[in-house]
Nanobody
Framework: VQLQASGGGLVQAGGSLRLSCAAS????????IGWYRQAPGNQRELVAR???????NYADSVKGRFTISRDNAKNTVYLQMNSLKPEDTAVYYC???????????????WGKGTLVTVSS
C-alpha cells in the first residue's frame, strides 16, 4: 500500500484546509484509513478515521470542526478542517489500518506527512 497525503499549508486561525490521502496498491488487509497529526515535541495522535463502510470517529479536540470522508472511486480519503486553531498546527499523516469494534489499529502503511500551520 502506498499513501500520498497532500493539501497542507499556511492558514490564519478560523480558516479552512482540505487534506487528501490518495491510496494505491493492495489494501486487502486494511478496512479503514486514519488521519494522524504530530506537533513538535508531541506524540503522534489519531485525529479521525473512517472505515470502509463509512463509519467515522473523531478525537474530541476536532469534533465539530473536522470532517473525514472518502471517495472510493478515486481511492482517496479527505480531511476537511474548518475553524482551524493555532493548536492544530502539526504534520498530518494518513495511515491504512483496521477497525475492530470501536478501536482503530494502525498498520505500517504511512503516507509522507503534510504540514499544516495555523497562524494566530
Amino acid at each position: 500500500v502506498q499513501l500520498q497525503a497532500s493539501g497542507g499549508g499556511l492558514v490564519q486561525a478560523g480558516g479552512s484546509l482540505r487534506l487528501s490521502c490518495a491510496a494505491s496498491g493492495s489494501t486487502a488487509s486494511s478496512n479503514a484509513i486514519g488521519w494522524y497529526r504530530q506537533a513538535p515535541g508531541n506524540q503522534r495522535e489519531l485525529v479521525a478515521r473512517i472505515s470502509s463502510g463509512g463509519l467515522r470517529n473523531y478525537a474530541d479536540s476536532v469534533k465539530g470542526r473536522f470532517t473525514i470522508s472518502r471517495d472510493n472511486a478515486k481511492n482517496t480519503v479527505y480531511l476537511q478542517m474548518n475553524s482551524l486553531k493555532p493548536e492544530d498546527t502539526a504534520v498530518y499523516y494518513c495511515n491504512a489500518g483496521y477497525v475492530v469494534g470501536i478501536r482503530y489499529y494502525a498498520m505500517d502503511y504511512w503516507g509522507k506527512g503534510t504540514l499544516v500551520t495555523v497562524s494566530s
